[in-house]
C-alpha cells in the first residue's frame, strides 16, 4: 500500500500527534492551538481531511495515526528523488553532501547502513 501525502501544516499535526497518541481529540485540539495556533474548527478540519485519506483514525474521539514517522519521512524522500532527480539516489546523495559537509560519523553511520 502507498503511503497517503502528507502536507507540510498536516506533516507538523502528526508530529503533535505522534507524540501523544493516542489521544482524546479535545486535547489534541487544545495541544494544537498551543503549539500551531490552530483553532479547534481548524484541528478538527485536518483530522477529517487526514482520515479521509487513510493517515488518521478518529473513533469514539480517540486519534491514532495509521501512518508512521518514518512512512512519512521515506515517502517524501522518494517523491523529491523521483521529481527532483529523476529517480537516482546517486544524484540525490551527490547533490546532499555538495550543499552539507558530513562529519566523520554521519559518514561512518551512512556506510554503515549501506553495508
Do not use: H
Not at 16 to 39: D, M
Not at 62 to 85: C, G, N, P, R, W
Request: with cysteine; hydrophobic share 35%; net charge neutral.
Amino acid at each position: 500500500m502507498e503511503t497517503p501525502k502528507v502536507f507540510e501544516s498536516e506533516y507538523r499535526f502528526c508530529l503533535i500527534l505522534w507524540e501523544n497518541e493516542p489521544i482524546n481529540s479535545t486535547k489534541l485540539a487544545k495541544l494544537c492551538n498551543e503549539k500551531l495556533g490552530w483553532s479547534r474548527t481548524t484541528t478538527y478540519t485536518v483530522i477529517r481531511r487526514l482520515s479521509e485519506r487513510g493517515v488518521v483514525k478518529n473513533e469514539n474521539a480517540t486519534v491514532t495515526s495509521l501512518v508512521s514517522k518514518d512512512e512519512v519521512q521515506a515517502a517524501e524522500i522518494d517523491e523529491l528523488v523521483e521529481k527532483t532527480f529523476e529517480g537516482s539516489t546517486p544524484a540525490f546523495l551527490a547533490a546532499f553532501t555538495r550543499r552539507k559537509k558530513l562529519s566523520r560519523e554521519e559518514v561512518a553511520e551512512i556506510r554503515k547502513m549501506l553495508d
